[in-house]
């Protein structure tokens, strides 16, 4: 027989890394062709990115609930078994033992499938942000006469003036709100949103 240790597999910070702060040069705009976005602080500081953040942990406080309960079952049907077997003919032990542990193995895998569900619609959500994001940022490219907006992480040294982070957040609130609920991004068949029991 074999006892079953159940676990989230998600990951959750409160915020996401940032990249390095670089010196305030000018405060005010400037005219230039390309600007700088921290990707990372936009979708954490943006109403959408705050109302995902909420929902996959109170998912994720769900399923591990869920773990735990299902871990405290099973190790009770374990005990009965063990407790039985004096009773029970070794052949019938061997059966019941036996269905126990391929029991264990599918429900395990139907769990971590559950976790694994829970860290794609993460993504996925984050990926819709991004999507629908587009039309703010082009029209923030247009009003500065830009023609490229770079991740500050992969930029060395730039001037804060060029830096529509801020201005980005408000643009894109005022377009997305919250956004969608996140049943509404999961994938057909992820089962990201079973809280059921298995």
Known sequence: MRTIALAVGIVLSAGAVTAQDTPAFETFEVPSPILTIDQDRVYAASAFGRR???????????????????????????????????????????????????????????????????????????????????????????????????????????????????DAVARIDGVLGEGPGLDALAPRGTGADDGGTP
Do not use: Y
């Open 52 to 166: 995902v953040a909420r929902d996959i942990e109170v998912r994720a406080a769900d399923l591990a609930a869920q773990n735990r309960r299902i871990e405290a079952e099973l190790e009770a049907e374990e005990r009965a078994l063990t407790e039985a077997r004096a009773t029970l003919p070794s052949e019938e032990f061997r059966a019941r033992a036996d269905a126990f542990d391929t029991r264990v193995v599918a429900i395990r895998a139907e769990q971590d499938a559950k976790a694994r569900a829970l860290g794609t619609l993460r993504d996925t959500a984050r990926e819709a942000f991004w999507r629908d994001s587009l039309p703010a940022l082009s029209q923030i490219l247009t009003e500065r006469g830009a023609v490229a907006i770079l991740d500050r992480r992969v930029v060395f040294l730039a001037a804060n003036a060029i830096d529509i982070t801020d």
